[in-house]
């Protein structure tokens, strides 16, 4: 393997962090530039759900079975991040259970396991569920740690000669002679880094660092709320069977259980003001 190339990767948050770990394991150099610290970015910020893909399985089909694909992955690579606790989407009323025959052809057609539980059986999984559900319908769903996701992705980056430097911030890009100059935030010193190719992961970014070498890239970025409430109120994943639409999951996380997600677009991720109606 050759490890003459030279791949500058910008932002750590879990695309970056998994980029830097694939290609150091292929023999390649990696430098890491991230203007803040790991994880920093919408990866350290989001609702740790290790997706099944069931939720996108009626209405987005392709993203259904990317999430499942990865998830076999990340099972596979990174099982000490991941706690794998499944999924469960229960009905509530007749609008859930007439989206269920729906959800489970989607779910089968992007090949997303299925179990149907008995109401007894899901109500003694997860004791506080509403007594009165309809249908609960388990998938391999699962809980990830962020920040451990990244770490471990970096260590092994890190193992296999990465270089990952934290609290660096690109300021240009030079296309022509692939030249990227970053300032660090700790000294406040420019320096410049040449590469035979630069990554973009800067994910709400990407449009501002895109910018950086003189390159125009369509991004939409949007933020959502989440609550979290100091109880694990439950053990797997709780997804409410139907549409997708704001607040419908709860994801337990360690002891804590985080409610969510709402979605609307902002314009600069770096000044998001949170709509009342949102926490509402
Ligand atoms: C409310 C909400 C909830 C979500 N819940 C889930 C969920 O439960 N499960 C799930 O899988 N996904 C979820 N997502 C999606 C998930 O968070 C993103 O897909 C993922 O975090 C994107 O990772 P990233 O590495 O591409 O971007 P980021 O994590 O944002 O990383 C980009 C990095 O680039 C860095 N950067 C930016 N500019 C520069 C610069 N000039 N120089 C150097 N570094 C720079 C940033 O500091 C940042 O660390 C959720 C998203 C939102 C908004």
Redesign the pocket.
């Known amino acids: 393997m050759s490890t003459a190339n030279h791949v500058i990767v910008?932002?750590?948050?879990?695309?970056?962090?998994?980029l830097a770990h694939d290609l150091a394991l292929r023999g390649i150099h990696v430098t890491v530039?991230?203007?803040?610290?790991?994880?920093?970015?919408?990866?350290?910020?989001?609702?740790?759900?290790?997706?099944s893909g069931a939720r996108y399985a009626v209405n987005d089909p392709e993203s259904a079975r990317e999430?499942i694909q990865e998830n076999w992955i990340l099972r596979r690579i990174l099982p000490e991040g991941l706690e794998l606790n499944d999924g469960l989407f229960v009905a509530i009323d007749d609008v859930g259970m007439a989206y269920r025959s729906k959800f489970l052809e989607a779910c089968a057609e992007c090949e997303i396991p299925t179990k149907e539980l008995k109401i007894a059986e899901a109500l003694s999984l997860e004791p506080l569920l509403n007594p009165n559900i309809l249908a609960a319908i388990q998938i391999p769903d699962g809980v990830?740690d962020?920040y451990r996701l990244?770490l471990s992705f970096l260590a092994t980056a890190a193992n296999h000669g990465a270089d990952i430097r934290t609290f660096?911030?690109?300021?240009h890009i030079n296309i022509v002679n692939r030249r990227v100059t970053?300032r660090s935030r700790i000294t406040g010193k420019d320096d410049v880094l040449d590469a035979d190719a630069i990554i973009n992961?800067?994910?709400?970014?990407?449009a501002?660092?895109a910018d950086?070498g003189g390159i125009s890239v369509a991004v939409e970025?949007?933020?959502?709320?989440?609550i979290t409430i100091d109880q694990r109120v439950c053990q797997m994943v709780i997804n409410l069977l139907d549409s997708p639409a704001d607040g419908d999951?709860i994801?337990p996380q360690r002891l804590t259980s985080?409610l969510?997600?709402?979605?609307w677009k902002v314009e600069n991720?770096d000044n998001i003001l949170v709509p009342e109606e949102s926490i509402e």
């Open positions: 910008i932002g750590a948050g879990s695309t970056g962090a998994a530039l991230e203007r803040a610290g790991v994880a920093s970015g919408s990866t350290g910020h989001n609702q740790a759900q290790l997706h999430c990830f962020p990244c660096c911030e690109v300021t970053y992961a800067a994910g709400p970014w990407s501002q660092v950086l970025p949007s933020a959502g709320a989440m999951i994801v985080v969510g997600t709402t979605s991720p």
